[in-house]
């Protein structure tokens, strides 16, 4: 019986996970994802609690240590802060009341939805 593409990305990664550590991991995959390589093919990087890192992964299974992986999402807030302005110095106090404004599934989205916010309102 063969592997699955799954395994045989699996056990490349942990391989050279534990020759040369992560960065070459992520360097290896980076590389591969850029050259399209099919058994590639659905790897993304994901947040993984044993990791400790954002890792690649492949059907929700981190592909260097084989736990499940989260999601990722990325929330956008406005708050207010307290600002005290010394002669020397300011203080600055959150104030326990931040909006939520939206739910992004990349940096660039939230970041977009940031911009946007900051444009319309010329003062954030």
Known sequence: MSKSRFQKVADVCKRIY?????????DIVNMKLEANNPEFEGVSYKPC?????????????????????GTLKFNVWVEIERVEVYED????RDEDNPIKLGIRDSIEEAVELQEEVSSNFKEI
């Open 18 to 26: 534990e020759k040369h550590g992560m960065s070459e991991v992520f």
């Open 49 to 69: 609690r044993g990791c400790d890192n954002d890792v690649p992964s492949m059907d929700g299974i981190c592909l260097i240590c084989g736990q499940r992986t």
């Open 89 to 92: 110095d300011e203080v600055y």
